[in-house]
């Protein structure tokens, strides 16, 4: 959530095919937030949470109608902290001079200054405060309003409608209190009523960053307010939620609170959403606050949300994600989610297998392949051994010569789908069959990038042995991949049969042509066993695979009587991208390898609308001149800290532009950054606006990782310090 600014440096990368200069982006900080949930120690109830302050010690008071909390041990809870208070009938908090004031139903008190402001009010019903100095406060009570200076109160009687705020404006040293149809201001000697002229109620107020604007939140909207004149601008309605609950400036940003999370609105006009249990307790913000370390509170109905601020580079950020994966999501070697029975507890996880293990923890593997050629680490080295002995098992623990598992569990403990689960001899391992094109994707592109990487010859010799055994079974049976039953399995279909029977309209013709071409020519280029380019050339010559390949992206549609074709397949445009690596690199000839290139360019251009970083990247692994490098950043330093599966909505949004129904499904003119979006790996839709699972899964960090550690194989991010 932080403007496209980018320190990116042109510098030699790549040998593109122009041999220009390629975008180098120099890996510095940058401000990557973050949320810190502190609910309320038990259920809501009747608590109801009324104000969050904090002062310059960084101490955080939150104001209920029970007293004063605080945070302790992640939750809120009574503050004891000063025995005094806890005795006090506290209605009010404010801060001045970055100090707690308190309102009591009898006193105005603070424990700064050595206990000197202690001003007994005799205010019925006293229930708001604010401060102008340590001898100048508001208070607003049943049915008037009180003004002291010193212990002389003035009282102001016949002030009308429920009053909602009060806040003293130090830019013209006056009072300011807002109620449902305007302000009243009361300066040192003058007290007017501002009638606005709104016909819907008035919510709240606050001041902008430099103090020299009042801004006025309602329920459809805010708008400017000149504090001299009082005159209007037109109300602002292009906002997350239009429902403005409260207003405060914050770091240079100005914030807003509303039952639909919170936003601010930065100088640039950009505004960042922080919804969802990703961000907040719950998403009905009561009132925000600036707080320690740049951070800002935002109190809600159920808690406090600490919305921090810190200083990250991408290789600080990749050092996150890779504890949170080697912790939380490696079972046998595979990379896995963890499946939470209380949906956000990371205590209740346990990790599960799924239909694409193989395929997720290829792309684990295969960043820490390019995370090893980068830095030679030891660790990644064994990370890379360990996943990769996890997918060879894939293969030797069926009973099919070539043929991989989906996945594999101690029996007794498969989660997914047991009908699909077939028990080893010894009985006490179970492997899932049914194995889909997904998996043997992953399995060529995780293998050739393992057999390039690797020092040790034998490891490099284990991966080229899969590559020939997976693709010696695909050709033994006639470019099918047989399951147990001895039937091939519904998606690992490469017949020209099968592939040419689509129109040209239809993905998979094109795909699938792909995907084969990918899998024979990288077989050809580690066994150089003559049969696999033999094959590559009868598909790509005989049966037109060439032309396939070389479909436009543009002519895909929906086909009447094709289920494939209702909508665009995001899970497509992962296994096409990750083939385009196998693709391009080991082309037969050079003309081969300019037709990939150029195939490779028109999906690229696309799927350019995501910003997706993974697909940037193998593209520029083409030498591409132009491939996004800035939106690619963009998006790695937008992807949240946080990988749980909240829900997430969006869809309600006014300051989205959405754009008329399409084939692709891409709901909004642009796309949104990759935190305020639903959580999910790079088989879905990146224009999805509403989605998540309630907070039951936290996804592997492999979905940083591998564009991350790609980009810094290519070089095209570099440390900072590189000279």
């Known amino acids: 959530m932080k403007p496209m600014v980018l320190g990116i440096t042109f510098l030699l990368a790549l040998s593109s095919a122009a041999g220009a200069a390629l975008p180098v982006y120099l890996d510095r900080s940058f401000v990557q937030d973050y949320s810190e949930k502190i609910p309320l120690v038990s259920p809501a109830g009747d608590t109801k949470l009324v104000k969050v302050r904090a002062d310059r010690n960084g101490r955080i008071i939150v104001l209920s109608n029970k007293g004063l909390l605080q945070a302790d041990a992640g939750v809120l809870k009574p503050d004891r902290q000063y025995r005094p208070l806890t005795d006090m009938q506290i209605k009010d908090i404010e801060v001045f001079q970055d100090q707690f004031v308190f309102l009591t139903d009898r006193d105005v008190l603070s424990n700064a200054w050595a206990g000197q402001l202690l001003l007994e009010h005799q205010v019925s019903e006293a229930h708001k405060l604010a401060v102008g100095s340590q001898s100048s406060v508001l208070i607003v009570g049943e049915n008037e309003v009180v003004r002291f200076e010193g212990d002389k109160p003035v009282r102001w009687q016949d002030v009308g409608e429920r009053i909602k705020q009060v806040a003293f404006d130090p830019a013209i040293e006056r009072y300011l209190l807002l109620n449902d149809t305007g302000l009243r201001t009361w300066g040192q000697k003058i007290r007017s009523r501002v009638n606005l002229g709104i016909l819907i109620p008035l919510n709240c107020f606050g001041f902008s960053n430099d103090g020299h604007t009042i801004l006025i939140g309602t329920a459809d909207g805010y708008f400017r307010l000149d504090p001299n004149s009082f005159q209007q601008e037109r109300m602002e309605k292009r906002l997350p939620c239009t429902d403005i609950r409260c207003i405060r400036a914050i770091s240079g940003s100005t914030w807003f609170g509303t039952p639909k999370g919170a936003f601010a609105l930065r100088p640039d006009g950009q505004i960042d959403s922080y919804a969802s249990r990703r961000w907040l307790v719950d998403d009905a913000v009561v009132d925000l606050w600036p707080g320690p370390d740049r951070s800002v509170l935002v109190l809600s109905e159920t808690g406090l949300s600490i919305i921090h601020f810190r200083e990250m580079t991408l290789a600080d950020k990749a050092t996150h994600f890779d504890k949170l994966t080697r912790q939380r999501h490696i079972r046998n070697g595979f990379s896995s989610s ?4 209380t949906p956000g507890d990371l205590s ?3 990790l599960v297998d799924s239909d694409n293990d193989g395929l ?7 960043g820490e392949l390019f995370r090893y050629a980068v ?12 996943s990769f002995e996890a997918m060879e098992r894939l293969s030797q623990i069926t009973p099919i010569k ?4 989906r996945s594999f569990e101690r029996a007794g403990y498969q989660v997914a789908d047991k009908s699909r689960w077939h028990v080893t001899e010894d009985g006490r391992w179970a492997w899932k069959g049914t194995t889909s094109s997904d998996e043997i ?3 060529f592109f995780a293998y050739a990038i393992f057999a390039e990487v690797v020092p040790e010859e034998a490891w490099r010799q284990r991966a080229i042995a899969l590559i020939d055994g997976i693709m010696d079974h695909i050709v033994r049976h006639n470019w099918y991949l ?5 039937k091939p399995t519904q998606w690992g279909r490469w017949h020209p049969e099968y592939v040419n029977r689509f129109p040209p309209g239809v993905g998979d013709r094109r795909l699938n042509s792909v995907e084969i071409i990918a899998f024979l020519q990288t077989a050809w280029h580690f066994t150089h066993k003559d049969l696999y380019r033999q094959k590559a050339l009868e598909l790509l010559n005989d049966y037109g695979y060439l032309d396939n390949i070389t479909i436009p992206m543009k002519k895909l549609s929906r086909v009447p009587g094709i289920d494939l074709t209702t909508e665009w397949n995001h899970s497509d ?12 690199r080991y082309a037969f000839t050079p003309q081969l390898r300019e037709q990939y290139r150029e195939a490779l360019r028109d999906h690229w251009e696309i799927e350019r609308p995501e910003k997706n970083p993974l697909w940037n990247f193998l593209y520029a692994a083409t030498g591409a001149e132009q491939f996004d490098l800035e939106e690619s950043i963009w998006s790695l330093k937008e992807f949240p800290l946080d990988t749980i599966s909240w829900t997430v909505r969006n869809s309600h949004r006014q300051d989205l532009e959405p754009i008329g129904p399409n084939f692709r499904h891409q709901s909004t003119k642009t796309v949104l950054p990759p935190d305020e979006r639903p959580m999910s790996k790079y088989n879905g839709n990146a224009f999805r606006l509403d989605g998540g699972d309630g907070g039951r899964e936290e996804f592997s960090g492999d979905i940083f990782l591998l564009p991350y550690w790609l980009g810094r194989y290519l070089d095209v991010i570099r440390p900072a310090t590189t000279p």
């Not at 997720?360 to 295969?366: E, N, P, R, S, V």
Request: aromatic fraction near 18%; proline fraction near 2%; include cysteine.
């Open 338 to 341: 963890l499946a939470m029975s």
């Open 375 to 386: 830095t030679k680490s030891d660790e990644a080295l064994r990370n890379c051994y360990e």
């Open 348 to 350: 209740t996880g346990t």
């Open 573 to 584: 445009d992962e296994l096409a991208f990750l083939s385009y690596w196998n693709l391009y």
């Open 482 to 486: 047989i399951d147990y039953d001895g």
């Open 441 to 443: 994707v992953g399995h």
């Open 360 to 366: 997720w923890t290829a792309m684990y593997l295969a």
């Open 402 to 405: 070539g043929f991989p598992a």
